[in-house]
Nanobody
Framework: QVQLVESGGGLVQAGGSLRLSCTTSGSIFSFSAMGWYRQAPGKQRELVAVIRSGGSTNYADSVKGRFTISRDNAKNTVYLQMNSLKPEDTAVYYC???????????WGQGTQVTVSS
């Protein structure tokens, strides 16, 4: 069973930074893509950033220029560096991974990010 374990959330003031980590229980090479989603209270879950096996990335317009997704293959870990945080970035952030072999999508348990004004 694939497990994704997130860490790095917390409380930060507007303008501050946080780095989220997502470590997989298996090889990161077993996933065609990994990404970060977020869900704010009363809102739908939305894509924040994705990184594909070839290294290409995509970002939501709302985070472009502020957030950076990256991966460390040796550590089976994907990161989301979040800079210039805004109160509207407050949400539960979820790691997501698409498996090559099973075609399934896996989710982490989520980590809370709160940005105070």
């Amino acid at each position: 069973q694939v497990q994704l374990v997130e860490s790095g959330g917390g409380l930060v003031q507007a303008g501050g930074s946080l780095r989220l980590s997502c470590t997989t229980s298996g090889s990161i090479f077993s996933f065609s893509a990994m990404g970060w989603y977020r869900q704010a209270p009363g809102k739908q879950r939305e894509l924040v950033a994705v990184i594909r096996s070839g290294g290409s990335t995509n970002y939501a317009d709302s985070v472009k220029g502020r957030f950076t997704i990256s991966r460390d293959n040796a550590k089976n870990t994907v990161y989301l560096q979040m800079n210039s945080l805004k109160p509207e970035d407050t949400a539960v952030y979820y790691c997501n991974a698409d498996s090559y072999s099973s075609g399934k999508t896996y989710w982490g348990q989520g980590t809370q990010v709160t940005v105070s004004s």
